[in-house]
Nanobody, 126 residues
């Protein structure tokens, strides 16, 4: 199965934007549904965004809806998360995840996914 590696995190000021990338290796992402999750210190992991294997369907967390765009490029074997108008409460470790899935399906729970990256840290200062 594929391995995932996130990049693009960093320290930004409130109101800034970041684009996270999740690169896959060891296989093709084209048959995988994928998602982004985050975990802040002392808090449980939470769903951020998800996308079907063909990119036709997306889901976003209500807390971030309107500030996120998740996309994918199956030719580049990569996933992307564009985050705008970042807030201090968006500070967390961000993880991408994937699972082989039928067309159109988007998982919104961590247990829906069986492949995880190592995470990239996002810190938003006020």
């Amino acid at each position: 199965q594929v391995q995932l590696r996130e990049s693009g995190g960093g320290l930004v000021q409130a109101g800034a934007s970041l684009r996270l990338t999740c690169a896959a290796s060891g296989g093709t992402l084209s048959s995988y549904a994928a998602g982004w999750f985050r975990q802040a210190p002392g808090k449980e992991r939470e769903f951020v965004a998800g996308i079907s294997w063909n990119g036709a369907n997306t889901e976003y967390a209500d807390s971030m809806k309107g500030r996120l765009t998740m996309s994918r490029d199956n030719y580049k074997n990569s996933l992307f998360l564009q985050m705008n108008s970042l807030k201090p409460e968006d500070t967390a470790e961000y993880y991408c995840a994937a699972t082989v899935a039928r067309a159109g399906w988007v998982g919104v729970h961590g247990e829906d996914y069986n492949v995880w990256g190592q995470g990239t840290q996002v810190i938003v200062s006020s």
